[in-house]
């Protein structure tokens, strides 16, 4: 079955440690998005990368880093530089314009 | 103003009402519009595109006034499984694949 997997489900970070998410698809699909979502907030985009080895920078990027090495899987790391890191991640990917399609999501907590 | 805004809600309806959702978008370039579904603690499912023609899928219909900068969804006959939140989503002019997220509006249908 073609889809989007993200994993860690759930995901707790302590104090000035980094945490990687992961976010793998088989759509064959060339954009990949990385969304934060707050309670009772609506999705905001922190990184999104429309081909390989090429990413920019979303509406609220700072504390968090991507790569995009191979066209399937786009990571995003949560650096201790993000001081609010709790929230919903969703990962997307999308055909050029397209309606995007989303992975089931990472809850981050903070311990 | 708001780059994309919807009704508030919460909307409670018994089982078999009619509901509307309403959402309006602030650039009148913008040429990509969806309505999601986001279910609690879940991720968003592309419930319908919208077409300058206005599209029906079944129990829920979508239209789009491009003058108005408006675009609404309509669910006939509501189902208790149709309770979620909606989402209204709009393209960024000039921004390849990016999309805008509404707050969402909030469904209870009730028995």
């Known amino acids: 079955d073609g889809g989007i997997t993200q994993s860690p489900k759930y995901l707790f970070r302590k104090e000035g440690q980094n945490v990687t998410l992961s976010c793998e698809q088989n759509l064959n699909h060339d954009a990949m998005y990385w969304y934060r979502q707050d309670p009772g907030q609506g999705l905001r985009l922190i990184y999104y990368s429309q081909i390989v080895n090429d990413f920019q920078k979303g509406d609220i990027a700072e504390g968090y880093s991507v790569s995009r090495e191979k066209k399937e899987s786009f990571p995003l790391t949560v650096t201790s530089a993000q001081k609010n890191p709790t929230a919903f991640y969703l990962c997307?990917?999308?055909?050029?314009?397209?309606?995007?399609?989303f992975g089931d999501g990472t809850r981050l907590s903070i311990l | 103003r708001k780059e994309v805004e919807q009704d508030p809600g919460p909307f409670n309806v018994p089982e078999g009402a009619t509901v509307a959702f309403n959402c309006t978008y602030s650039n009148s370039a913008s040429q990509s519009f969806f309505w999601y579904r986001q279910d609690c603690r879940k991720e968003p499912k592309l419930l319908m595109s919208?077409?300058?023609s206005g599209n029906e899928d079944g129990r829920f219909t979508a239209q789009l006034n491009r003058a108005s900068q408006y675009i609404s969804l309509l669910i006939r006959d509501s189902k208790l499984s149709d309770s979620a939140t909606y989402l209204c989503?709009?393209?960024?002019?000039?921004?390849?694949?990016?999309?805008?997220f509404g707050q969402g509006t909030e469904l209870s249908v009730k028995p």
């Open positions: 997307a990917s999308s055909i050029d314009w397209g309606p995007q399609h």
């Open positions: 919208v077409y300058s």
């Open positions: 989503v709009v393209n960024r002019v000039n921004q390849g694949g990016k999309l805008i």
